[in-house]
């Protein structure tokens, strides 16, 4: 039972380059998210998405775009990587239902110098 | 806007001492509340949750939270601290209209002393 899978788990870009981070769940949530966590600043949402072929923009959706093509996959996609975008990079899943966690995956350490 | 304040950035406690990790949050509905805690390195587990019902909850690893409305706070609380505690714990609040989606409090660092 994998969970949620996040890759890759490391990468170092310059800026200026551009990259997606590609994260899978394998139970059938119908919930996906991707947050950024930065010192100091807990977790904050990027996007995130209720259903396949949907998406909708979080707190700091700025320099960041996403892509929900199948229920199973959340890409986060970066056009031209800067280095404010240096941060640990988590993908969560959850149900509809309400009383329900969110599951998070290992997190992606992105530098981008 | 919805918000959540953990207003102590680091703890530390001797083993075997109690613990109260505070929480409190801004949101004008019923509030749908989780304590997670994350291990360097490592992703967010949840310790525990609140939906309704009973206002104090048991979680995992022996941690219990308690919500007062009037507070607007959701402490989490452990009798006797182990080592192995040492983490960040995040206090979140699930906003239902928003597709679940959690706003997190900054964190709090606990640190064990022997």
Request: hydrophobic share 35%.
């Amino acid at each position: 039972n994998a969970g949620v899978t996040q890759t890759p788990k490391f990468r170092v870009l310059k800026t200026g380059q551009s990259m997606t981070l590609l994260c899978a769940q394998d139970m059938n949530h119908e919930y996906m998210y991707w947050y950024r966590q930065d010192p100091g600043m807990g977790l904050r949402l990027i996007h995130y998405s209720v259903g396949e072929g949907t998406t909708a923009k979080g707190e700091v959706p700025d320099g960041y775009n996403v892509s929900r093509l199948k229920k199973q996959n959340f890409l986060l996609g970066l056009e031209s990587a800067a280095p404010s975008q240096t941060s640990v990079y988590f993908c969560a899943s959850s149900y509809v239902s309400p009383n329900t966690e969110a599951f998070f995956g290992q997190g992606t350490r992105l530098t981008v110098v | 806007a919805q918000s959540v304040t953990q207003p102590d950035i680091h703890i530390t406690v001797s083993e075997g001492a109690s613990l109260e990790l505070r929480c409190n949050y801004s949101y004008g509905a019923t509030p749908y509340l989780f304590w997670y805690v994350q291990s360097p390195g490592q992703g967010l587990q949840l310790l525990l949750k609140y939906f309704s019902g009973d206002t104090l909850v048991q979680g995992i690893k022996g941690f219990e939270a308690e919500f007062k409305r009037s507070q607007s706070s959701f402490n989490l609380r452990k009798p006797s601290v182990h080592w192995s505690d040492a983490a960040e714990y995040f206090c979140a609040v699930g906003l239902l209209e928003y597709g679940n989606k959690l706003v997190f409090g900054a964190g709090t660092i606990l640190r064990v002393k022997s």
